[in-house]
């Protein structure tokens, strides 16, 4: 599923959530090997850019579905079909 936020206040939400989990990232999950590599692009958890963009698109993995019955169903392959909408959808927006 893709969600396009144009929303001031919502972007801002937006920015303040990414902003805390890539502290949590750069602070204490991500691998020194990791932030090595990182370094000389000078990348931070600071995504102020999330708040100046006209619009963000959200993107959803969805990894089950509900069938009429009511029960769950898996889907397979959710990482491999996210990452090729979302290649089809930048495609899109190139052409």
Not at 10 to 16: C, N, Q, Y
Not at 21 to 44: I, M, V
């Amino acid at each position: 599923h893709f969600a396009v936020v144009s929303d001031p206040a919502l972007k801002r939400r937006v920015r303040e959530a990414a902003e805390a989990e890539e502290r949590e990232f750069y602070a204490r999950r991500a691998p020194h090997e990791w932030l090595a590599a990182l370094a000389p692009l000078g990348t931070d958890a600071s995504k102020p850019f999330l708040e100046t963009a006209p619009h963000l698109i959200a993107i959803f993995a969805q990894p089950h579905g509900v069938a009429p019955t009511g029960e769950v169903v898996k889907h397979y392959y959710v990482s491999e079909s996210v990452g090729i909408a979302t290649g089809l959808l930048i495609a899109a927006l190139h052409t």
